[in-house]
């Protein structure tokens, strides 16, 4: 199984302060991705990276922002949380390098459920 | 980006096989239809994926229409432990995935 570690795991905050989460690989997969997921709107793709300094917007990117400064950690900042970014944080990874992934296959971490009050 | 539509909600009973529809009428020649599934309190897993032939694997069946737009996932004899959400997904040249908001499938015992 693909090693991903979502940090932190739970997180409270208030409007309007700045949220960083991190997601870190020991797979080498070249594709990492950020979801939100919320009740009623299934899983939705916020950004997503196919390698060091290259990142693309998903579906819900604004209010987001991201950053790939090596290939195992891809971190998602909120630079202003509001109430609406109140979420459960997924973080994927696909594509690995190493050869023993299946081809495109998504690896998930744990989540990040972040409110924001 | 290409869109699935899949039921919200299907029920099966126990042990029973279970078929879940999707339909991706705007499917182009590269993308691959991809299955995942998420139990509660988890992320989501891979179950299946193929490009134009019917696929088999441990978990699962795949089938997919001769003009590919649309599929159809099989699982032969369901268990309670199968009851999650299950997403149907495309995926481009550009390795993105768009999940939707999948068939919540309860499995009655």
């Known amino acids: 199984d693909a090693g991903i570690t979502q940090s932190p795991r739970h997180k409270v905050t208030e409007t309007g302060t700045p949220v960083t989460l991190r997601c870190h690989q020991t797979e080498n997969h070249r594709y990492m991705y950020w979801y939100r997921q919320d009740p009623g709107h299934g899983l939705r793709l916020i950004h997503y990276?196919?390698?060091?300094?290259?990142?693309d917007k998903g579906e819900v990117s604004d209010g987001y922002s991201v950053s790939r400064s090596k290939t195992e950690d891809f971190l998602l900042t909120l630079e202003s949380a509001t109430s609406s970014q109140t979420s459960v944080y997924f973080c994927?990874?696909?594509?690995?390098?190493?050869?023993?992934?299946?081809?495109?296959?998504?690896?998930f971490g744990e989540g990040s459920r972040l409110t924001v009050l | 980006d290409a869109k699935t539509t899949q039921p919200n909600s299907m029920e099966s009973n126990e042990e029973e096989p279970v078929h879940l529809p999707c339909n991706h009428s705007t499917i182009s020649g590269t993308d691959y239809i991809h299955w995942y599934r998420q139990l509660p309190s988890q992320g989501p897993e891979y179950v299946i994926h193929?490009?134009?032939s019917n696929v088999n694997n441990r978990m699962a069946s795949l089938a997919i229409a001769e003009d590919r737009k649309s599929s159809t996932l099989i699982l032969h004899r369901a268990t309670l432990r199968d009851a999650a959400v299950y997403y149907c997904?495309?995926?481009?040249?550009?390795?993105?995935?768009?999940f939707g908001t999948g068939t919540s499938l309860t499995v009655i015992p």
């Open positions: 193929g490009l134009t």
């Open positions: 997904i495309l995926r481009g040249t550009g390795n993105q995935f768009y």
């Open positions: 994927a990874i696909s594509e690995s390098t190493s050869g023993r992934a299946r081809a495109g296959e998504l690896f």
């Open positions: 990276s196919y390698g060091v300094k290259d990142t």
